[in-house]
């Protein structure tokens, strides 16, 4: 949740939601979870739950704050297509990104299968590229991640 972030490819990350579960080879080695047991342990009240997935409502606006375009990593610290996130919560992050526009947001997530079953029913922006698998460690996985991708693309173009 900060206008610094240390990913190289971002300007800055915004967390509206933080923890997951792991569901593929691919978060094995999660940075997310430890640095979320990290700040857990350093009484960051953000990781009070550790790595449990907890919504974090009074950040949802925090992009209107940020004057200046940016290109925002959304979720590094979890997975907003997690199934203990709800469609109607999805669907508010979603709203602050279109009321957002001169942001431009990527949404990274290995839950594709719930992207896919979501997107027609999402605002529809082209200031947010959402994408699915981004691990290689499973080619099965990734190839049925891409199938997921083209789907929620079609079905976002409905809109």
């Known amino acids: 949740m900060s206008d610094n972030t240390g990913i190289e490819w971002a300007d800055a990350s915004w967390n509206p939601v933080t923890g997951c579960t792991k569901i593929s080879p691919g978060c094995k080695h999660c940075y997310a979870e430890r640095l979320a047991l990290r700040l857990k342990a350093m009484g960051n009240r953000r990781y009070r739950n550790g790595f449990e ?12 704050r940020w004057r200046q375009p940016k290109l925002i990593f959304v979720n590094s610290m979890s997975d907003l297509f ?4 709800s469609e109607d919560y999805i669907r508010r992050v979603f709203d602050v990104m279109m009321r957002a ?3 431009v947001f990527q949404i990274l997530t290995k839950r ?7 997107a027609a029913n999402l605002p529809s922006t082209n ?3 959402c994408m699915g698998n981004v691990s290689s460690i499973s080619q099965v996985f990734c190839l049925r991640s891409s199938a997921h991708r083209r789907i929620a693309r079609a079905g976002t173009r409905k809109r």
């Not at 594709?112 to 979501?118: G, I, V």
């Open 127 to 129: 200031s947010c590229g």
């Open 101 to 103: 526009d001169w942001h």
């Open 53 to 64: 997935v907890t919504l974090q409502p009074d950040q949802l606006t925090l992009p209107l």
């Open 112 to 118: 594709s299968e719930r992207l896919a079953k979501l």
């Open 82 to 85: 997690h199934e203990a996130v």
